[in-house]
Structures are given as structure tokens and as C-alpha cells.
T-cell receptor, first 115, second 112 residues
């Protein structure tokens, strides 16, 4: 089946630094990718929709200048957490829809810890 | 505000019993409903997908959808300790896209 990878799987950074997370579709093209965030014991919350060749669409309450999304190609979307703070520590997961409505390929997730 | 509600649990059942997980959603126009299983520290994995009223069975899993009541459930028969996980109900609200809106999840614990 289709595979979505994320890199890094885990990152620890100092407060104030920026962190880039990559999401790749390994054997299919994804014109759209979704970025979710999951705090401990909470559900996945949709942050933004990444669109190849156009600007990302952000959900209400998500700062577009803080969470920069770049859909550089049909297989790569990146999420950059700028000036990260401890409250940004979370599990970030990307996904890409397949051809069928019920198909959604999730990446393995990136655990971010901001000290 | 489009919402998906679940009882967070934990739901504890003995091995071999039936586990019943419930979910309600706010948007009456929703068309597609999903149940995902998530182990701690991992991404969610799809268990069931349903879009028609009634029951859909796949092995030990049965999803039930009642659009009039805006209610979707998941039954797990012959529960196994390996079924212990968090079960997330998800809904596609926007048919133009496929972003999922998730409930908070129900934690299931199956004791041997």
C-alpha cells in the first residue's frame, strides 16, 4: 500500500528556535496533504491543508506565520514551526488522501519537544 | 462548529466480551464516518469506514450508523488484549476535501 513518511520522528529543540518537519508520499503523488497536531490524551486536530502549487489553508486559531507550510512538490510537504515554545510540544502527524474517499494515508508522526 | 463527541472512557472489558464504542456528530449533512485505532505514540490506523445507514461488518468489527440520530458506533466482538488502544471516531464534514475531524477518542482496555 501507499506509504507516507515523516522526518524527523522525534526532535528536541530549545525555545525560540525553528523546526522543520517533512512529510513525503513515497510511491504516489499527493496534491493535497493534511497536517494534524495531537496533544497528550487529546485527539488529532486539523491544523492546515497543504496544497501543491498554492497557499496552505489554515484552520481557525492556527497562526499561519508561526506554522509555515510549503508544498514544494507532488511528494513533499513541509511544516516549519517558527520560534517554537514549550506549548508547541506535541505530536505532529501528516496525511495524504488516496483515490478512494475512505483512503487516508497517515505518516508515522513527529514528536516535538520544546525545552 | 463541527464537532465529534466520544466518551473518553476508559472502557474496560474482559477478554472475549463485546466492546461497544459510541460517537455522535454535530453536522447533519455529514456523509462519511470512520473508526480509527491508535496505539500510544503511533499514528491512527483505519478500522472501519461507513457511509450508509445500518450495519457494516468486517471480521470482529461492526460499525453501526444512524444518520437520523447523528450517531455512529463500533462493536468489537471477542475482544482481545491486543485490542487495547484508543479508538477515534472521525467524520468528513467537507465533501470537497477529505480532511477528517476527529473525536477525542475512547480508551479501551481488554483484560486477560
Amino acid at each position: 500500500g501507499a506509504v507516507v513518511s515523516q522526518h524527523p520522528s522525534r526532535v528536541i529543540c530549545k525555545s525560540g528556535t525553528s523546526v522543520k518537519i517533512e512529510c513525503r508520499s513515497l510511491d504516489f503523488q499527493a496534491t493535497t496533504m493534511f497536517w494534524y497536531r495531537q496533544f497528550p490524551k487529546q485527539s488529532l486536530m486539523l491544523m492546515a491543508t497543504s496544497n501543491e502549487g498554492s497557499k496552505a489553508t489554515y484552520e481557525q486559531g492556527v497562526e499561519k506565520d508561526k506554522f509555515l507550510i510549503n508544498h514544494a512538490s507532488l511528494t513533499l510537504s513541509t511544516l516549519t514551526v517558527t520560534s517554537a515554545h514549550p506549548e508547541d510540544s506535541s505530536f505532529y502527524i501528516c496525511s495524504a488522501p488516496g483515490l478512494a474517499l475512505e483512503t487516508q494515508y497517515f505518516g508515522p508522526g513527529t514528536r516535538l519537544l520544546v525545552l | 462548529q463541527k464537532e465529534v463527541e466520544q466518551n473518553s472512557g476508559p472502557l474496560s472489558v474482559p477478554e472475549g466480551a463485546i466492546a461497544s464504542l459510541n460517537c455522535t456528530y454535530s453536522d447533519r449533512g455529514s456523509q462519511s464516518f470512520f473508526w480509527y485505532r491508535q496505539y500510544s505514540g503511533k499514528s491512527p490506523e483505519l478500522i472501519m469506514f461507513i457511509y450508509s445507514n445500518g450495519d457494516k461488518e468486517d471480521g470482529r468489527f461492526t460499525a453501526q450508523l444512524n444518520k437520523a440520530s447523528q450517531y455512529v458506533s463500533l462493536l468489537i466482538r471477542d475482544s482481545q488484549p491486543s485490542d487495547s488502544a484508543t479508538y477515534l471516531c472521525a467524520v468528513i464534514f467537507n465533501q470537497a476535501g477529505t480532511a477528517l475531524i476527529f473525536g477525542k477518542g475512547t480508551t479501551l482496555s481488554v483484560s486477560s
